[in-house]
C-alpha cells in the first residue's frame, strides 16, 4: 500500500524549527510499523492560515490521479484550517478511494465513528485562525495611525528611517519629478516609461535589487507613481483588507476606510502639481469609459515580430503594423520591424492564390493522404520510445527517493536531481502530447481533405478577409527588413 505523506510548519512558529524532520520522521514510522510503501512526501514551510501551498496542491492532484493509496498526516490542523479546503481534499478522497488519517487519532475516513468528528475539528480550526487574524488586524490598525510606514517597500523616491519615510540622496527623486511634469506636459504613461528606459533610467524593483527584475518601465509603474498620495506628504494605509484569513482573498478599501495622516513626511512633489494630475488622470478614466471599442485589425494576434516574438501593433499613423515591444519599451527592446498593411495582405494573398493554382494537380490529394499515414507509422514509433524514457526517468525519480529516504544522498542532492528529472519529464510529456495530436492518420486525411475543398472555394478571391486568415493562417513573423514568414494550420501540405 502506498502511502503520501504531509508535512506543514508554520514560519510564524518558533517551535516548529525542527517540525518538518519530526513530523517526517513519525509518518515513517508508521509506514514501517504497518509496513506500507512511501510515494512521496508534501511539504509546505508556510503560514497556518494560507490555503494556497503548492505541497497541497500536488498532494489533491496526485490523489485525482489515484497515484497512492492513504495520505497521512500528523493532525488535522496539518493538513489546513479553511473549512472548504479540507473538505475538497476529503471529497476528493472519497471519490478517488483514497484513505485519509491523522496519527493523533482523530480522523480516520475508513472509521465511520471518526468521520462524524471531521468537520467539527475543521471548523474549530479554522475558527481559531480567524480569532488570530482579527487580533493581528486590530494591532495593525493602531500602527496605522502612529504615522511608521508599515509597507515592505517605499514608494520609488523614498528610503525608510525608523519606520518613517524620508526622501532618498540620489536620482530616483528627479526621475518622480520628471514623470509629473511630462504627464502634465500631455505625455501618456507608456510614452513616459518608454522615455526612462530608452535613458537607461533603473526601474523602481531594479533600485530595491529585486529578482528577476524587469529591464523596461511600464506604463502600469508610471501611472502607479502619478497615483501615489506618498509623494504629497500625505501617509496612506489600510487601502486593503484581508477577507478571507485562510485564502488570503484582498478587496480594496473605499476611500473614506483608509487611514491617511498628512503631512507625515517630506513632499516630492508639490500638492497643486499632484491635484492637476489626478484631475487629469479622471478626465482620461472618464473618456475611456465613455469611449467605443477599438477597433481589431486584420492581423491583430495574428502578426508577430521575429526577432523577439511579440505580437504586431496597428498604427494608423503609419498605416501599418510595428513590434510590440518596439511600441511599449522603445529601441532598448527591439527595432520597429514596421510594414504597410497593404504589403501584408498582397504577400498573404499571393501565396494562397499560389496555393490554390497548386491543388489544380490532379494526384494532390493521394500524394497529401499517403504522407500523412507515412508520417504517423514513424509517431506510433517515437511514441513508444518516449514512453520507455518517461518510464525510466520515474523509475531514476523512484530510486532518488529511496536514497534520500535511506540518507544516502543528502536532500540537496535529491532536490537537485528531482529537478532535472522533472525538467526532462515536461520536455517528454510535451514532445508526447505533440505525436498524440498528429497521430491518427484517418482524422488527418479527412481534416486535409476538408482545408483543400475550403481552397478550391476561394480559387476566384480578390480580397483578403479575416475569415481566410482564420481558416488558413496560424500565424505571420515579420523581419526588419519586411519578410514575411506564413505558418499555415495545414503544415502537412509544406514540404510536397
Not at 465613455?290 to 495574428?302: E, M, P, V, Y
Amino acid at each position: 500500500m502506498k502511502i503520501a505523506g504531509y508535512i506543514r510548519v508554520s514560519t510564524n512558529n518558533e517551535g516548529q524549527k525542527e517540525s518538518p524532520e519530526n513530523q517526517r520522521h513519525m509518518i515513517l514510522d508508521y509506514i514501517t510499523e504497518n509496513q506500507h510503501d512511501l510515494y512521496d512526501f508534501y511539504t509546505d514551510i508556510q503560514t497556518g492560515t494560507t490555503d494556497n501551498r503548492e505541497g497541497l496542491k500536488r498532494l489533491i492532484q496526485d490523489a485525482e490521479n489515484r497515484e497512492f493509496d492513504v495520505i497521512v498526516a500528523k493532525e488535522l490542523s496539518r493538513l489546513g484550517r479553511n473549512v472548504e479546503l479540507l473538505y475538497q481534499l476529503k471529497r476528493v478522497a472519497d471519490t478517488k478511494g483514497v484513505r485519509l488519517i491523522t496519527l493523533d487519532g482523530k480522523v480516520d475516513t475508513q472509521d465511520f465513528s471518526k468521520q462524524a468528528m471531521f468537520g467539527l475539528y475543521a471548523w474549530i480550526y479554522e475558527s481559531e485562525s480567524q480569532r488570530i487574524s482579527d487580533r493581528i488586524k486590530s494591532v495593525f490598525h493602531m500602527k496605522y495611525k502612529s504615522g511608521k510606514f508599515l509597507g515592505s517597500v517605499p514608494p520609488y523616491g523614498y528610503g525608510l528611517k525608523d519606520k518613517k519615510l524620508i526622501i532618498r540622496d540620489d536620482y530616483t527623486v528627479s526621475v518622480v519629478k520628471d514623470i509629473f511634469e511630462k504627464y502634465l506636459e500631455g505625455w501618456g504613461h507608456d510614452k513616459i516609461a518608454r522615455y526612462l528606459t530608452n535613458n537607461d533610467i533603473p526601474t523602481p524593483s531594479q533600485v530595491i535589487g529585486k529578482a528577476n527584475s524587469g529591464l523596461y518601465w511600464q506604463g502600469s509603474t508610471v501611472k502607479k507613481i502619478l497615483k501615489n498620495p506618498h509623494y504629497v506628504g500625505d501617509l496612506v494605509q489600510g487601502r486593503e483588507t484581508t477577507m478571507n484569513v485562510t485564502n488570503k482573498t484582498r478587496k480594496v478599501n473605499d476611500k473614506s476606510e483608509w487611514i491617511t495622516i498628512s503631512d507625515a513626511h517630506e513632499p516630492i512633489i508639490p500638492r497643486d502639481v499632484f491635484e492637476q494630475v489626478q484631475s487629469l488622470l479622471e478626465q482620461k478614466a472618464k473618456r475611456g469609459r465613455g469611449g467605443t471599442r477599438k477597433q481589431k485589425h486584420l492581423f491583430t494576434n495574428i502578426a508577430y515580430c521575429s526577432d523577439c516574438g511579440k505580437s504586431m501593433h496597428y498604427r494608423i499613423n503609419r498605416k501599418g503594423y510595428i513590434c510590440g515591444s518596439y511600441a511599449k519599451h522603445g529601441k532598448k527592446a527591439c527595432s520597429s520591424h514596421v510594414i504597410k498593411e497593404q504589403l501584408l495582405k498582397e504577400i498573404i494573398l499571393d501565396d494562397l492564390k499560389k496555393m490554390a493554382d497548386d491543388l489544380e494537380h490532379p494526384n494532390l490529394e493521394s500524394k497529401i493522404k499517403k504522407k500523412v499515414r507515412a508520417t504517423a507509422k514513424q509517431n506510433e514509433s517515437r511514441l513508444q520510445s518516449i514512453e520507455k524514457k518517461i518510464q525510466k526517468q520515474m523509475e531514476l525519480k523512484h530510486n532518488a527517493l529511496q536514497k534520500y529516504i535511506a540518507d544516502d544522498i543528502s536532500k540537496q542532492d535529491y532536490d537537485d536531481f528531482v529537478n532535472t528529472v522533472q525538467e526532462k519529464l515536461q520536455q517528454l510529456e510535451i514532445e508526447k502530447a505533440e505525436i498524440i495530436s498528429a497521430i491518427d492518420s484517418k482524422k488527418a486525411a479527412i481534416k486535409i481533405s476538408a482545408i483543400l475543398e475550403q481552397l478550391k472555394a476561394f480559387l476566384n478571391f480578390n480580397t483578403l478577409t479575416t475569415e481566410m486568415l482564420l481558416r488558413f493562417v496560424e500565424k505571420i513573423e515579420v523581419t526588419e527588413n519586411k519578410d514575411v514568414k506564413i505558418y499555415y494550420k495545414f503544415a502537412q501540405v509544406e514540404g510536397l
